[in-house]
């Protein structure tokens, strides 16, 4: 499955922005998908995934209770919506998929093997 991250951009703190992963391929909603972010200087960390139809959705710590992820099967898209942002979300956000992976895997880079272009989030302070 090849995927495209979008949504990226320039916004002040206490702002909200919304990514959207788009993928090709009719199979996409049998894809686990995680949302992975790499900050200058920094190594990649996890965001948030969301399993198959049916299944879960898991966040990092320092996003809990601001960021939201979902599906949206008619465009075949995993969306991350991002509110209350500050300067420490500022990163390259990248999108990631993969057939099969068991929970106590979904927050590793490294169990995903679909990867797509990052974009670019910037928060000003």
């Known amino acids: 499955v090849q995927l495209q991250a979008s949504g990226g951009g320039l916004v002040q703190a206490g702002g909200s922005l919304r990514l959207s992963c788009a993928a090709s391929?009719?199979?996409?909603?049998?894809?686990?998908v995680g949302w992975f972010r790499q900050a200058p200087g920094k190594e990649r960390e996890f965001v948030a995934s969301i399993k198959r139809s049916g299944g879960g959705t898991y966040y990092a710590d320092s996003v809990k209770g601001r960021f939201a992820i979902s599906r949206d099967y008619a465009k075949s898209t995993v969306l991350l919506q991002m509110n209350s942002l500050n300067a420490d979300d500022t990163a390259i956000y990248y999108c990631?998929?993969?057939?099969?992976?068991?929970?106590?895997?979904?927050?590793?880079?490294?169990?995903?093997?679909?990867w797509g272009p990052g974009t670019q989030v910037t928060v000003s302070s």
């Open positions: 990631a998929a993969a057939r099969h992976l068991i929970t106590s895997s979904i927050r590793y880079s490294a169990s995903y093997d679909n």
């Open positions: 391929g009719r199979t996409f909603s049998t894809y686990v």
